[in-house]
């Protein structure tokens, strides 16, 4: 197990290894973050990150979080603001104290009661789907008799 911690001016940095699974937090009242982040595990905000995050595992944004970008994730769990264009592969979470304003694309959308969403939300596999044309409808009865043929 390594642990690093790097405290300057009230950011924290803290980094964690502990078998398969990396987790980086960014942490300060005060810290302001600007930039083009690239993070190939996990990171957890619980200060202020302004421009673009591609992360390679899950982005946690804490209560007191907030963060400003458009991101690249797999997995996103927000717990504080986020304002943005959000690209996630995986599963995105808005809690009950989560604030998310901007467009979502993901397999996976959770809302907790509380949560506040205000955009718009658009499904990556059907996206992929949308150039080759619209997809037939069928009712569930019809699909239904076409599998019990």
Do not use: W
Request: aromatic share 4%; glycine share 12%; charged share 20%.
């Amino acid at each position: 197990m390594a642990f690093e911690v790097f405290d300057a001016t009230k950011m924290t940095t803290t980094t964690a290894t502990s078998g398969a699974a990396q987790l980086l937090s960014v942490m300060g009242a005060s810290a302001k973050l600007e930039g083009k982040f690239e993070i190939s595990d996990s990171i957890h905000v619980e200060c202020e990150v302004g421009g673009e995050m591609s992360v390679g595992g899950k982005l946690v944004i804490g209560q007191s979080g907030t963060v400003h970008a458009d991101v690249h994730t797999v997995d996103a769990v927000i717990m504080g603001q986020y304002e943005g264009n959000l690209v996630a592969t995986g599963d995105v979470e808005i809690t009950a104290t989560g604030r998310v304003t901007g467009n979502i694309e993901t397999d996976s959308l959770v809302i907790a009661k509380g949560g506040f969403f205000n955009g718009n939300v658009v499904k990556i596999r059907e996206s992929s789907g949308a150039a080759a044309g619209p997809r037939p409808l069928y009712s569930l009865d019809e699909r239904r008799l076409a599998a019990s043929r």
